[in-house]
C-alpha cells in the first residue's frame, strides 16, 4: 500500500501553505466548510505520492500522512 495525505477538516483553516509546498498539486483548497468557516484543504488521492511535504509545511497539524487505501501498480 503506498501512504497518502490526509486532511483534518476540523484542525484546518484552509491557509494554503500545504498546497504551495506539494511538488505534484494534489491537494487544493476545497468547497467545503468547516465548523470555523474554513475552506479546508483537500487531498486528489490519485495524484499524492505520499511524500509529506504537507504534513511538515502545516502550522496546524492537520495533515497526517497514513497508509493509504491504494494499491501499488
Not at 503506498?2 to 486532511?7: M, P, S, T
Not at 483534518?8 to 484552509?14: F, I, L
Not at 488521492?45 to 496546524?60: A, H, R
Amino acid at each position: 500500500m503506498l501512504k497518502l495525505a490526509k486532511v483534518d477538516p476540523v484542525r484546518c483553516k484552509g491557509c494554503g501553505l500545504c498546497e504551495a509546498a506539494c511538488p505534484k498539486k494534489a491537494i487544493h483548497a476545497g468547497h467545503e466548510l468547516n465548523a470555523a468557516g474554513y475552506h479546508y484543504m483537500v487531498v486528489k488521492e490519485e495524484d499524492c505520492i505520499g511524500c509529506g511535504i504537507c504534513y511538515i509545511s502545516c502550522p496546524d497539524y492537520a495533515i497526517s500522512v497514513t497508509e493509504g487505501g491504494r494499491q501499488n501498480g
